[in-house]
């Protein structure tokens, strides 16, 4: 159970990326007091989450639906998630980020921030190729829903610190634990293909 715990809680935390949200959190949310960046930080964190937890129920019937299966699924989702730790890699995932954030919309909570920023693709997929690869142990299942949840409290701390301290926040170093994260999401995308093609083979 430990490990189910651990392993879901790196993938997530990898593919959110709470860090390297950061920046782009300040960005949209500068002309907000303090108590309306909080608000809008704790509203995103919740709808993401709520974003997530639909797909991890409904994915696998998306997935029966459309005779998709697990192995096809995850050699997808790893080259997907390959894919994003070379742009996280190489900083190219941040200008993106930047330059398709709408900074004028009336609800920055849910848009851009809720989605596509928190619940993006990579985590939409991350979800759905988790909850698959788990399979239908209920407790199993339970656990990898906590290790979302809990990325996602450390999501809405890693925004309620920008909003609190934003001055003395150094952005080189968030920009060095995003290219940290970026390596470990590379290794763990590469574990999926090898895990699909695995499974397709046997």
Do not use: C, W
């Amino acid at each position: 159970m430990l490990e189910i715990l651990i392993q879901s809680f790196v993938l997530y935390f990898v593919v959110v990326d709470p860090v390297g949200s950061t920046s782009i959190f300040f960005v949209i949310t500068k002309e907000l007091s303090v108590a309306e960046k909080i608000k809008t930080a704790a509203n995103a964190t919740i709808i993401a989450f709520l974003v997530l937890v639909f797909f991890a129920l409904v994915g696998n019937y998306i997935l029966n639906h459309l005779n998709i299966t697990f192995p096809a699924l995850k050699i997808a989702g790893g080259i997907i998630l390959f894919l994003i730790s070379l742009e996280m890699l190489f900083d190219k995932r941040q200008q993106r980020k930047e330059d398709n954030a709408n900074f004028q919309s009336e609800n920055i909570s849910a848009f851009p921030l809720a989605v596509p920023l928190i619940a993006g693709p990579a985590s939409i997929i991350s979800v759905v190729v988790s909850v698959s690869n788990i399979g239908n142990n209920y407790i199993y299942q339970i656990i990898g829903m906590t290790s979302l949840a809990l990325v996602m409290i450390v999501t809405f701390f890693a925004f309620f610190i920008i909003s609190k301290f934003e001055k003395v926040i150094n952005k080189k170093i968030i920009n060095i634990f995003s290219r940290i994260f970026a390596i470990i999401l590379a290794a763990l995308s590469v574990q999926y293909i090898l895990d699909g093609i695995r499974e397709f083979i046997l």
